[in-house]
């Protein structure tokens, strides 16, 4: 069975930096997507990055900000988040697909970690 775990979550000034880790118990033909929930909104996809090596980013509010790698002797997909903003605050999650980044079924959830960007 599919597990994740997201980690690296915290409290970080505005402007700064962290990078989320996701361990994927397999990650082999996985395509491993990032999302996020902000209080009081509706769960967004970040970006995704496929088994074959290559990324997509599904959307443009953190184009130039978030980097997805992937590091798969270790089973790990990373969110690197700089120059952080207020926005940017809320639960971080990872979740696999055997599909594409395109296609979007995840079928297979970390529990989160939290974000929070504040002064």
């Known amino acids: 069975q599919q597990q994740l775990v997201e980690s690296g979550g915290g409290l970080v000034q505005p402007g700064g930096s962290l990078r989320l880790s996701c361990l994927v118990s397999i990650l082999d033909y996985r395509s491993i997507g990032w999302f996020r929930e902000a209080p009081g909104k509706e769960r967004e996809a970040l970006g995704c990055?496929?088994?074959?090596?290559?990324?997509?980013n599904y959307t443009t509010s953190v184009k130039g900000r978030f980097t997805i790698s992937r590091d798969n002797a270790n089973r790990r997909v990373y969110l690197q988040m700089d120059s952080l903003i207020d926005d940017d605050t809320g639960i971080y999650y990872c979740?696999?697909?055997?599909?594409?980044?395109?296609?979007?079924?995840?079928?297979?959830w970390g529990q989160g970690t939290q974000v929070t960007v504040s002064s």
């Open positions: 979740a696999s697909t055997r599909g594409s980044c395109m296609a979007r079924e995840f079928d297979s």
């Open positions: 990055s496929s088994s074959s090596g290559l990324y997509m």
